[in-house]
């Protein structure tokens, strides 16, 4: 297939939703693409929408609610069909219009927002799907390009002052507070950016997956420009 993500060795190209939901992640794969060229227009989409809080949730009746040309009703049939097909699968997917996602201030020395490099964590096997329809698309990053923050001396110092506890609680400490799914980029690295359009399948960590969580991040907003985000 010829693909912009045929040479990455992280990725694993499928054409098919079935291929999607069914290939195994292995090896170094651990983010699976259902690699589609879309037809319509999802920008018309966000321009009729309304954002009413920084991260709006879209129904199915507001989309079926909007008036919409030949070219945006295309692009609406695209996003019902996927919000169908995943509901079918057994996941429950949300579309999103997003302005930006909350920031974390709390810490100058560590950030643990959606902006940062992160891991998703469940304690079920499950997996995480996204599909950027309009604006800034996501980004990936080989398990071997990232060191995790907590592994870090200076970061690991200062967390261990805000612990303030007994050492013997201080791994649990980071977990319940999510520091540990948290990742720095090591120098030259390499990330890939998942585009608009492509339905993605990521791994996440619980007890029965098979390869290493796939080490994600939010994209910085493009100024003015609203986000149409399929995640589940």
């Known amino acids: ?101 909350e920031r974390d201030q709390e810490f100058d020395f560590i950030s643990t927002d959606v902006y940062s490099y992160h891991v998703d964590r469940s304690p079920v096997g499950t997996d995480t799907f996204l599909c950027t329809y309009y604006g800034a698309a996501s980004d990936i990053i080989p398990n071997h390009q990232v060191e995790q923050k907590i592994l870090i001396p200076e970061i690991r110092e200062k967390l261990k002052e805000l612990h303030d506890g007994p050492e013997a609680e201080f ?15 090591k120098q030259n690295a390499q990330p890939t950016n998942l585009g608009s359009g492509y339905l993605w399948r990521l791994a996440v960590d619980h007890p029965a997956q098979q390869v290493l969580p796939c080490v994600h991040r939010a994209p910085v907003e493009n100024d003015g420009e609203y986000r149409l985000l399929l995640i589940c």
């Open 171 to 185: 791994e649990t400490f980071l977990k319940d507070c999510f520091f540990d799914l948290h990742y720095q980029p």
């Open 1 to 101: 297939m010829d693909n912009k993500f045929s040479d990455n060795s992280q990725v694993g190209v499928v054409s098919t939703f079935s291929e999607l939901v069914n290939t195994h992640f292995h090896g170094l794969i651990n983010a699976i693409c259902w690699h589609r060229k879309l037809s319509g227009d999802f920008e018309e989409i966000v321009s009729k929408l309304q954002l009413k809080e920084n991260i709006t949730e879209v129904s199915i009746d507001d989309l079926l609610k909007l008036q919409l040309s030949e070219n945006g009703n295309a692009a609406r049939e695209v996003i019902l069909n996927d919000l169908q097909l995943l509901t079918a699968f057994g996941a429950s997917p949300s579309l999103n219009l997003l302005k930006n996602y």
